[in-house]
């Protein structure tokens, strides 16, 4: 869960555009 985490904020930290990070988010809770 850990990596998965730091994954999905370095992956959200460069494109802040709200694609990837909506498909992150969306993984997450999924996950969560």
């Given at each position: 869960?850990t990596?998965?985490?730091?994954?999905?904020?370095?992956?959200?930290?460069?494109?802040?555009?709200?694609?990837?990070?909506?498909?992150?988010?969306?993984?997450?809770?999924?996950?969560?």
């Amino acid at each position: 869960h850990t990596l998965v985490i730091g994954r999905v904020l370095t992956a959200s930290l460069p494109s802040a555009d709200g694609g990837p990070l909506t498909y992150f988010r969306g993984r997450y809770r999924h996950l969560g």
